[in-house]
């Protein structure tokens, strides 16, 4: 078998998604394979590797196999770029690192939604939007009330979220641009309101309702830290560090949450189940529940002297632990978000008097060391976005079991608009992957008084 690529001149055409792709005519990958030879157009995207159209590959009776899809363009995309090597992330266009600095997580949820920055009057309309939809159905309130107090706040977020649907009959056609407007606005708006009332829960204390005069990262804080016999002062840099938090946690390309939100949309489920299966895919040690393990790392290595233990530890193939936090998927480079966490940590454990903090002096030291560690250069594994994301919440006064949840909050951005896009390209097919079979051939029913 033979796959060759030829190159030629570059076209702009229109692919049977009704999306505008760069498409080279001339460009084909040739496959020679069971003394067959078979031509696939090939892709050219505006920024990123080629890609090889292969859906003709069935009709020939073969599958492409690639598990976990470390090959696999599962589709087109023009919301968010990642350059693995080079460590860059654009979304639509900007990098992490500005939007971090000079815009704010309402700004970049409508970035992602709608593929421009807002003018000041769309910003305007868009905040209202958010602000008129912050409160849940005073019903959803009772849902809690069947978790034990002590259920993770991520078991309860995949429950309250799923069971949205049941509130809005009035806007699930999802081929209405404008109920996908509203699901849109309703899941960024009640996503913190839900993780506050799940934390709250946790703890015993009242429900605290949006408070619309403040912004989308006060609301959050004070939803969460403050109780109806005290008022709560927040610090405008603790506010700034968790909006820039839930800019850096908004959309990251086709991870595994956001492939299982498309999946999940691609059959026609309502947005809020979609979102729901999106948190439930989140919660996992190696994607989104990584900062959660990445700050229990960090205590159970406690002090800079048992660095080299772990780090041990972490190299041994016949030892399942991983330092979590480091290693990516993409990023084979640092990650942009890492470093601006990085910066973000630095300043809220000085903004809160904890800046001689033991963890974050453990964190940095460990990245050290492991960054000069040929087990690590080798296998280019550098800090991800989780690594210092961990301590910064603590630092917040956020409890562990919470990190995944305001992970969830801030990625829900992403995740509406990538599902947006999947449904509002013309022809987007239900995702229905095949296998390589390996079982038993077929073989008759044996009664069980004759079976062994
Ligand atoms: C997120 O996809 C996304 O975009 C996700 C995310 C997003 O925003 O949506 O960026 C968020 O999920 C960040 C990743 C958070 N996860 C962790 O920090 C958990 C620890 N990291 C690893 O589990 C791992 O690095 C993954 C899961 C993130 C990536 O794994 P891959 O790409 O499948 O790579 P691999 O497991 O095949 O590892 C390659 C090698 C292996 O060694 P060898 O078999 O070659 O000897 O690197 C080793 C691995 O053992 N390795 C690690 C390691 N990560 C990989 N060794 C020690 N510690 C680690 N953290």
Not at 25 to 39: M, Q, R, T
Not at 102 to 126: H, I, M, W
Not at 306 to 324: C, G, T, V
Request: with cysteine.
């Amino acid at each position: 078998m033979a796959l060759t690529l030829q190159a030629n001149s570059l076209k702009m055409t229109r692919s049977n998604f009704g999306v505008t792709i760069m498409s080279d005519a001339a460009k084909k990958a040739s496959l020679n394979f069971n003394d067959k030879n078979i031509d696939f157009p090939v892709y050219q995207g505006t920024l990123g590797p080629d890609v090889i159209d292969v859906t003709s590959l069935q009709k020939q009776g073969t599958f492409t196999f690639d598990p976990g899809f470390m090959s696999t363009a599962s589709c087109e995309s023009k919301i968010t770029y990642i350059d693995g090597e080079k460590g860059i992330l654009l979304h639509r266009g900007y990098p992490i690192e500005q939007l971090c600095e000079q815009s704010n997580f309402l700004e970049v949820a409508y970035l992602l939604l709608y593929g421009e920055l807002p003018s000041k009057t769309e910003s305007v309309r868009f905040v209202d939007d958010i602000n008129n939809h912050t409160m849940v159905h005073e019903q959803l309130r009772s849902f809690f009330n069947g978790f034990r107090r002590d259920a993770h706040p991520m078991a309860v977020m995949v429950g309250v979220v799923g069971a949205l649907s049941a509130f809005y009959h009035d806007s699930l056609d999802i081929n209405n641009p404008e109920h996908r407007y509203i699901s849109a606005i309703r899941l960024i708006a009640k996503m913190p309101t839900l993780a506050a009332m799940s934390y709250k829960y946790s703890i015993g204390q009242p429900f605290v309702y949006p408070q619309n005069h403040l912004s989308y990262a006060e609301n959050f804080l004070n939803m969460m830290f403050s109780v109806p016999c005290e008022k709560l002062a927040l610090d405008p840099v603790l506010v700034r560090a968790m909006d820039r938090i839930f800019i850096i946690h908004a959309d990251h390309e086709q991870n595994a949450s956001t492939s299982t939100v498309r999946i999940a949309g691609s059959t026609g489920a309502n947005p809020f189940a979609c979102i729901s299966a999106g948190i439930a895919a989140l919660w996992g040690p190696a994607h989104g529940g990584a900062n959660e393990a990445a700050l229990n790392m960090l205590k159970e290595i406690g002090t800079v002297d048992r660095i080299p233990e772990f780090i041990q530890r972490a190299k041994d193939p016949n030892d399942s632990f991983r330092l979590m936090g480091f290693g990516h998927r993409v990023y084979k480079n640092f990650d942009p978000r890492a470093k601006v966490m990085q910066k973000t940590c630095h300043e809220v454990l000085e903004a809160t008097g904890q800046g001689d903090s033991m963890l974050f002096k453990v964190a940095k030291e460990l990245e050290k060391i492991a960054l000069q560690d040929e087990y690590f250069i080798q296998r280019k594994l550098y800090p991800n976005v989780d690594f210092y994301s961990g301590i910064t919440l603590s630092a917040l006064g956020i409890p562990t079991s919470m990190f995944t949840v305001i992970f969830a909050l801030a990625r829900t951005a992403g995740w509406v608009s990538q599902w947006s896009e999947m449904i509002g390209q013309p022809g987007h097919k239900i995702a229905r992957p095949r296998q390589l079979y390996t079982g038993y051939t077929q073989r008759d029913f044996v009664p069980v008084d004759l079976r062994k």
